[in-house]
Each structure stands twice: as structure tokens, then as C-alpha cells.
């Protein structure tokens, strides 16, 4: 299987210029870069699902031109999205032979045939359960039955392992290598270099939209040369700031209990104390209440039980803007969503807080708003086109730098941000962390939920970890030992019932 | 009330459910592929009056039923490409289509208006059955369209749930871009859906003129394209539930005229509601249960498909 000289053009953006990559059969291949390196394009060029607008795709020597996602198909190809493509109120059973069944469904037959498909691969799945009711690891499972039922020769994981806990991670693994032997050729993209290290035989990096380096074997290389080929210069490796005097506790939550979206308990008697002048820093595989405790304390969520105190007063339960006004910053982690509305102007998104302060009467001072946003754009460094244009234009991370600047320009005293450096580029991680120093440096508590050990690891005073709802351990960041810290979060550390 | 009033009072519910099935099964195949087609109303009335002008015309009914479906399918369509192809707003275009296609009938009718039926569809005379008690004249002196609603229904169900045209119909419904990954033209699915959405609602209309109230009056759908609306919500996008709602709803169409005569003082026009309170109480019951499984509507219903959007 072969790629070459692929360009794809997005509006505003190049994602791949020019990028290659070569995969033998029977092999898993790793294709790494940092976040925007154009791994996803590239894989999406070759599934089908996007047009390149140059270079040539191959399988078996035969070049292909593919419009559509079937075409891929057809040649072999089959792809595990980020965001699984599956129906939800489907079985798994519908959904796997979605791409090819027969003409006539018999319920029991295919049912039988996926079972025995799943079993062969090592895959446990239950072929009658709808797919809504299941884990996320059970949905991947499905997406690459999927791929299987197909009879895909090629496989293109896109980061199968972010929604995996370690232990489910490392069941791929031994999946993927089955596959492997039995002929197939897995492409596995990844940023987590452990995982490459592990159980890749090759490697392709990609830096922005090129390949840097093809094929390289994992058997000659090491995590250490992977990781400047990605970055470019040698790692990048964020320093750890210095201590900075703690003052009184700004931000206590006590017993706190709330329940999730699907009505089932997601916090259970959180308890944390984060006082001025300190980072205090949340780990957790996701999905284990993190999500909710940074909703509830924001107002965004209610809670069953317990109580937030903000610098000493009861603010269990009161609306966002009055934990606002009482000196909360919130950098939620969809920022899309929840943080900004991308069809508003980049000044209207920067006084979304604060519009009550720019107007004169009824009506909002235009002079008055966009004196704020130049503020925050210049403060903050955002780097943006004219600021009454839709704010949607912005790339990731500036974006993030409106959003992180809109918060902390008005100096809270506690900055709540979840998963604030996800998905943006080097540069991007480096702004927001600084920022995040800075809040810390002018005496504000700041919680800090992350999915990046390292990023938790270098910056905060204090380190928690959730696991089911509840905070199973602290530690000092300085003396840690990460394997400590890794069992906590899938909840094998000593003394944490599960 | 007497014996021969409730026979006709039961025989009226599945006329008038026979009728509300077809159109709502159009419906519920549209909106199993994901489009809502609010225009039902506008394109029975179509199908009414092209129904009734082919019949007055060359005095075949089939050919007059044919004609009826085309020119549902073909209202329906219209729909289709702004909303399927164009990715325009759904329910703006479904209410356009509905304004369209009453007022397009009502012009095509002008000259059709209070003359008598080129041809009827008359009641199928089946040996044996038609003539049991009770049973014979509400189950088996009706129209062909009656049966034929029953056989739709059999035919879209298994189409829809053992069939890999209807997997992949139900797919683009519920997730638009994994129907796509797995290969599938989301458009092409949801274009035929729609047709053979409006295709039944012309059916229906077909089924007023040619043989339920066999004239033609600028108005004549009175509402019903509605309350099959209504009636694919009611039915929880299920056929079977679905046609179980058509004879309930049906009985209140066919009561309403009925409640005079047989002396019950309750308001006609409070019958009439009763169709959408009843749905308005399984949106509520539907609601409640979402808490913790999902809606049976179909996931992306309302949702436009583009690909490559990022």
C-alpha cells in the first residue's frame, strides 16, 4: 500500500502538503505527528473519505481514485474513525454487516456470523446488544468488526486508544497483532509513543502535512528519536515553575455528588481544597467524573449533594453568571459548545461575560466592546483576522487564547479549566500553560483537568486522581512515580475499592 | 344507536384509518431516512385531484391511482431536492410544499369541482367473507385501498426491518455519516424515501376521491395529512403501532359526524383534537423515557447531510 505526494487544502489551512507513506502487508505500521501534523487528512485521503487534491494513491500496485468511502472500500481499505461511525440505536450485529449484508436479513444468522467473525480475532462483543448501551472500548471493538466484516486487508486505526483505558489498550494491542499474522496490515496513528514502542513494527512521522521520516523499524529506534522527529527540534520539554507561597483555600468542595448524563451517579463525595497561588491538578482516564465535577462547580450541573465554596462563601447551586461575578473562571472543555458560539463576531465572543459592563441603557456600547477584545487580542496574543468577522475563521489554538483570555482578563480568583491544551499545536499548549502560570503567580487557585500526565505532572503543586467518581489519591508531583499515578487511575492503587 | 349504526360507525374508523395509513407509512418512511416531509397535506391534495381528473378523463381508476402516486411522488420531490440535495431547512420546505400543493390543486381542480366521478374504486366483493355478520361489512366490503393499505404496511416493514436496502435506509436516518462510511448514498437513500413517501400520500388523497367521498372540493384532504403527521409520532416510527394509531385516529374522523345522530351531546370540534392531544401525550411519554434510553426517532431527522464538513 502506497501514498505519494498527497496535497489536501483546506480553507485557511494546508493539511497535507505533500506527505507519503509506504505500508508492508502484514505489519503494523505507526503513523505519528503532533496534533494538526495532518495524520488524520492523510488517513482520511486514503479511506476515501476526503479528495486529494494531489498524489496518488496505490494498493497492490494498482492506483486508485477514490470518491467515496465505498471505493475504499472496495479496494481493501477500512477505516476506525476518532469519533466512531456507528449507529447507536443499531445492534452490533446491523451494524457490522451495515456495509455488506445480504439482500434478505435473517436477525439470528448474522447475528451467528458476527459472533463467530469476533471470536476469531479475539474480540468479545455480544452481536444482539444495541450499541448505545455499550463502553467505548466494546464500540471500537464493533468499528473494527466492522472493517473485518468487510474483509479490509489494510486497517487504519485513527488514535483507537484515546477513549481505551490502559488495560483495554493493551487487549488491542494483542488484537491488532493477530491481525497482523493472519496477513492484514494495520496503520495505527498515534501520539502516545509508549503504544508505538510497544506494538508497532514500523513508523511514519509526519510534520506539518510532510512525512519526515518513512518507515523507519521500531526494533532500530526509540521513543527518543520518535519524539524529536515529531517536534522537529529537540523535544520540547516545559519547565517546571517555581514555587510561589500558598494563601487561604479560595475554592473547597465538600461530599460533593452528581449524577451524569445518563442519570447514573458520576461524582461520589468529591472532596478538594485548592488554595491561592496554586495549581491543583486532576488526572483521570476520562469518563470518570471529571467532566462533571468542572460542570458542577461551574453551575453547569446539578448536584445531589455536598457543597462549592468559593473563597469561603456557599455557592452550591447558583447560576454561572453569579459565580462569575464572584470571581470564577471557566475554561470548559468544549469549547465550541460550551465556551464559545463560532457564528458570533470575535468581539461578541469576548464580552460574553462582560456585556453588561460595555453598555450605556439598554443597548451595548460598540466602542466600549471592542476596546475589551482588543484588550483580551493583544493581552493574550490572539492572533485573529478583522475582530467583527465570525469567530469560526480562528484556528485551535487561537481560539483557546480567546477563550482562556476572555476568562482570566477580568483576574478571577479561581480558574476551574478542563482539558484546556487538547488538541492544539505545540505552541498553542505553551501559551495556555503559561497563562495558566500566570493566573497562578497573581494569586489565583487554579484546578487543572487533564488527560496528559506529563502536562499535569510539570505543572501543578498538587496532583489528584479520580477514578469512579471519586478521588482516589494525591501526589506530589515532584516525587511521584508515574506507574503509581497510572494504577490510580484505573483504580488497582492500594486501598481504592472499585 | 342501533346495530346497523355501530357496523357503519365501525366501518367508517377503518376506511378512514385505511386512509391515514397510507399517507402516515409515507411519512414514517421519509422520516425513517431522516427527512421530515411536512407537506403531506399538499401532496395528497395532489394526488387527490390528479387522481380525480385521470379518472374523469379516460374512466380507468388504476390508471387514476397510478397518475395519484406520480404526482405524489413527484410534489414530494420537489422537497427532496431542497432538502436532501440543497440541504435547505426541513421544515420550512415541508410547510412550503404544503401551501404549494394545496393551491396547485385547487387551481388543477377549478373545472373539476361538483362533477360526478369519471370512475370509483368500489368495493371489493370477497365470496364468503363479506357476507359474516359484523365482521363482513366492517372488514370485507371495503374499498381495494383498504387491503392495499394492509399490504403496504406488510411490505414497508419488512423492508424496513429485514432487508439491506431498508438497513441502509434506517442507517441514514440515524446517523447520516456512518450510513456513508459504510458505503451507502445517503442521497440517493433519502431521496427515494421521500418519493416513495409522497407516493403514498398521493395514494391516500387518490383514496378520498376515488372512493371514500368520490368528488373533488378545493380543501377535500381536511387536515388528514396532519394528523398522519402526527400519527408517525403516535406509532413511535414502528408499522405496527403505527397502523394501530390509524384505526384509533380513524375512529375519532369517523365519529365525528357520527356524534349527532346518535345523540351524544360532546363537541365535534373537541373530537377533533383528540388525535393531537394523544400525540402530544406520547411526545411527553417519549420524552420522559429518553432520560435513560434513546428517543425511537430516528437520530439525525432534520439533519442536512454534507460531507467533508470539518
Known amino acids: 500500500m502506497e501514498l505519494s505526494g498527497i496535497w489536501k487544502r483546506f480553507p485557511g489551512v494546508v493539511a497535507n502538503a505533500g506527505a507519503s507513506l509506504t505500508v508492508r502487508t502484514g505489519s503494523i505500521h505507526a503513523v505519528l505527528g503532533e496534533n494538526g501534523a495532518g495524520k488524520s487528512t492523510l488517513m482520511n485521503v486514503l479511506a476515501g473519505v476526503y479528495r486529494p487534491d494531489e498524489g496518488v494513491v496505490s494498493v497492490e500496485g494498482i492506483e486508485h481514485r477514490f470518491r467515496a468511502p465505498a471505493d475504499a472500500l472496495t479496494a481493501g481499505i477500512g477505516m476506525v474513525h476518532q469519533e466512531f461511525r456507528l449507529v447507536p440505536s443499531f445492534t452490533v450485529a446491523e451494524n457490522v454487516v451495515l456495509g455488506a449484508a445480504s439482500r434478505i436479513l435473517r436477525r439470528q444468522a448474522i447475528e451467528d456470523e458476527v459472533a463467530e467473525l469476533a471470536e476469531r480475532f479475539g474480540l468479545a462483543t455480544q452481536p444482539d446488544h444495541p450499541v448505545w448501551q455499550l463502553s467505548m472500548g466494546e464500540r471500537q471493538r464493533v468499528e473494527i468488526l466492522k472493517a473485518l466484516w468487510r474483509d479490509a486487508r489494510i486497517l487504519i486505526l485513527d488514535e483507537p486508544t484515546a477513549v481505551l483505558t490502559p488495560a483495554e489498550a493493551d487487549e488491542l494491542g494483542v488484537v491488532l497483532r493477530k491481525m497482523a499474522d493472519a496477513g492484514r496490515s494495520v496503520i495505527f496513528i498515534s501520539h502516545k509513543l509508549h503504544e508505538v514502542t510497544g506494538f508497532c513494527d514500523e513508523a511514519t512521522v509526519l510534520r506539518g502535512g510532510r512525512t519526515v521520516a518513512a518507515s523507519l523499524r521500531v526494533a532500530d529506534t526509540d521513543a527518543g528519536e520518535l519524539a524529536s522527529l515529531m517536534v522537529g527540534s529537540s523535544p520540547m520539554t516545559t519547565e517546571r515553575p517555581p514555587p510561589h507561597p500558598v494563601g487561604d483555600a479560595l475554592l473547597e468542595v465538600t461530599g460533593l455528588c452528581a449524577l451524569g448524563d445518563r442519570g447514573l451517579p458520576a461524582l461520589e463525595s468529591v472532596d478538594l481544597k485548592v488554595r491561592a497561588g496554586e495549581i491543583v491538578g486532576i488526572a483521570g482516564v476520562a469518563g470518570n467524573g471529571q467532566r462533571e465535577l468542572c460542570q458542577v462547580i461551574a453551575g453547569l450541573r446539578e448536584s445531589t449533594a455536598g457543597t462549592v465554596r468559593l473563597a469561603g462563601q456557599d455557592m452550591t447551586g447558583v447560576s454561572p453568571r453569579r459565580l462569575f461575578e464572584a470571581g470564577l473562571g471557566y475554561i470548559p472543555e468544549d469549547r465550541l459548545g460550551v465556551g464559545l458560539a463560532p457564528r458570533l463576531s470575535v468581539i461578541d465572543n469576548s464580552i460574553l461575560r462582560t456585556y453588561g459592563e460595555h453598555r450605556r441603557g439598554p443597548f451595548i456600547v460598540s466602542d466600549l466592546a471592542e476596546a475589551h477584545c482588543v484588550d483580551i487580542v493583544e493581552r493574550f496574543g490572539v492572533r485573529t483576522g478583522p475582530l467583527d468577522e465570525p469567530m469560526a475563521g480562528l484556528s485551535g489554538g487561537n481560539l483557546q487564547r480567546l477563550l482562556v483570555g476572555r476568562e482570566l482578563s477580568g483576574r478571577p480568583r479561581v480558574v476551574v479549566a478542563a482539558q484546556p491544551t487538547r488538541g492544539l499545536d505545540v505552541q498553542g499548549v505553551k501559551a495556555i500553560q503559561d497563562l495558566l502560570v500566570e493566573a497562578r503567580e497573581a494569586g489565583a487557585a487554579v484546578l487543572l483537568v487533564s488527560e496528559d500526565l506529563d502536562e499535569l505532572l510539570t505543572l501543578t503543586d498538587r496532583l489528584l486522581v479520580m477514578h469512579d467518581g471519586i478521588v482516589v489519591g494525591e501526589f506530589d508531583p515532584i516525587t511521584a512515580v508515574r506507574s503509581d499515578i497510572g494504577e490510580a487511575m484505573i483504580g488497582y492503587a492500594a486501598g481504592v475499592g472499585t | ?310
Not at chain 2, 397510507?22 to 397535506?41: D, F, P, R, Y
Not at chain 2, 391534495?45 to 381508476?61: D, H, I, K, R, W
Not at chain 2, 403501532?241 to 351531546?265: E, H, I, S
Open chain 2, 1 to 310: 344507536m342501533n346495530e346497523a349504526s355501530l357496523i357503519g360507525l365501525c366501518a367508517a374508523s377503518v376506511s378512514f384509518g385505511a386512509l391515514l395509513y397510507l399517507a402516515a407509512l409515507g411519512e414514517m418512511v421519509s422520516e425513517k431516512a431522516g427527512i421530515l416531509n411536512l407537506g403531506v397535506e399538499g401532496m395528497m391534495a395532489m394526488g387527490a385531484v390528479t387522481g380525480f381528473m385521470t379518472a374523469l378523463e379516460f374512466g380507468n381508476p388504476w390508471l387514476a391511482l397510478a397518475v395519484a402516486v406520480a404526482a405524489g411522488a413527484l410534489t414530494a420531490l420537489l422537497h427532496g431536492w431542497f432538502t436532501v440535495v440543497l440541504g435547505a431547512e426541513q421544515v420550512v420546505s415541508g410547510l412550503s410544499l404544503t401551501i404549494l400543493g394545496l393551491g396547485l390543486a385547487a387551481y388543477l381542480g377549478k373545472n373539476a369541482v361538483g362533477r360526478p366521478p369519471g370512475a370509483v374504486l368500489a368495493p371489493v366483493d370477497w365470496p364468503v367473507l363479506s357476507d359474516i355478520r359484523w365482521i363482513g361489512p366492517v372488514l370485507f366490503q371495503q374499498s381495494p385501498m383498504v387491503y392495499l393499505s394492509v399490504l403496504v404496511g406488510v411490505v414497508v416493514w419488512f423492508i424496513l426491518s429485514r432487508t439491506r436496502t431498508g438497513l441502509a435506509l434506517r442507517a441514514a436516518g440515524e446517523s447520516a455519516s456512518t450510513a456513508d462510511a459504510a458505503g451507502h448514498s445517503v442521497v440517493g437513500l433519502r431521496l427515494a424515501a421521500v418519493a416513495v413517501g409522497g407516493g403514498l400520500a398521493g395514494a391516500s388523497g387518490a383514496y378520498l376521491t376515488l372512493s371514500l367521498t368520490p368528488q373533488w372540493a378545493e380543501g377535500i384532504t381536511a387536515g388528514r395529512g396532519w394528523i398522519a403527521v402526527a400519527l408517525v409520532i403516535f406509532g413511535a416510527w414502528k408499522p405496527g403501532r403505527v397502523a394501530l394509531g390509524a384505526l384509533l385516529f380513524g375512529g375519532t374522523l369517523a365519529l365525528k359526524t357520527r356524534l349527532q345522530t346518535f345523540g351524544v351531546d360532546f363537541s365535534p370540534i373537541l373530537l377533533s383534537m383528540l388525535p393531537y392531544l394523544l400525540t402530544i401525550g406520547v411526545l411527553v411519554a417519549i420524552s420522559i423515557r429518553a432520560r435513560n434510553r434513546p428517543s425511537p426517532a430516528p437520530a439525525s431527522l432534520g439533519i442536512a447531510y454534507r460531507r467533508e464538513e470539518r
